[in-house]
T-cell receptor, first 115, second 115 residues
């Protein structure tokens, strides 16, 4: 059974619309992340949260807004979608103990296509 | 900020031969950990191996890597590749200084193993 659930698996959107990518983890982890993977920039870090608090943000655009309603949830809202936003968005989690060798566990991703 | 460089975007190796995937890095922090993640086609990245100890060999699934802080490298090697090793390999680092909630990935190396 997948321990990090991302919904939907595939998503097609029109330019200018808004979408929410869902992520839930059942690993009991305290830290969650969003990464983006496209042909132009493989595995690009976007956000990290720990205990529902934003820890790091490397996304320049305010069109990308993470939302954490529960400790094991980290959704990603994307507004005013552009074709350049087309990518696979990976949610990840880690125990969140703050040690450098802590590994990330990835979900299977949401493949977003913006037309 | 931290940076990870993987010089080869694509590596093709014949089955049974050795392979080395290069990874070098830049970081201002001394307390850092290094990772190799593997991503098979249409799957999520998953941890292959990790290390935070200088000059100590780490092994998993026939692959090995040794962190060399003197040369800022964490190359991945395997003595005899298999067809099933064909995948995208990412080198990554995390520091426990400025932001230990961010895992920085290189651009990835696509390994193709041919019969």
């Amino acid at each position: 059974d997948p321990k990090i659930i991302q919904k939907p698996k595939y998503l097609v959107a029109v330019t200018g619309s808004e979408k929410i990518l869902i992520c839930e983890q059942y690993l009991g982890h305290n830290a969650m992340y969003w990464y983006r993977q496209s042909a132009k920039k493989p595995l690009e870090f976007m956000f990290s949260y720990s205990y529902q608090k934003l820890m790091d943000n490397q996304t320049a655009s305010s069109r990308f807004q993470p939302q954490s309603s529960k400790k094991n949830h980290l959704d990603l809202q994307i507004t005013a979608l552009k074709p350049d936003d087309s990518a696979t968005y990976f949610c990840a989690s880690s125990p969140g103990q703050g040690v450098s060798n802590e590994r990330l566990f990835f979900g299977h991703g949401t493949k977003l296509s913006v037309l | 900020g931290d940076s990870v460089t993987q010089t080869e975007g694509l590596v093709t190796v014949t089955e049974g031969l050795p392979v080395m995937l290069n990874c070098t890095y830049q970081t201002a922090y001394s307390d850092v950990a290094f990772f190799w993640y593997v991503q098979y086609l249409n799957e999520a990245p998953k941890l292959l191996l990790r290390s935070s100890t200088d000059n100590k060999r780490t092994e998993h699934q026939g692959f090995h890597a040794t962190l060399h802080k003197s040369s800022s490298s964490f190359h991945l090697q395997k003595s005899s590749v298999q067809l099933s090793d064909s995948a995208l390999y990412y080198c990554a680092l995390r520091n426990s200084g400025g932001s230990n909630y961010k895992l920085t990935f290189g651009k990835g190396t696509l390994l193709t193993v041919t019969p």
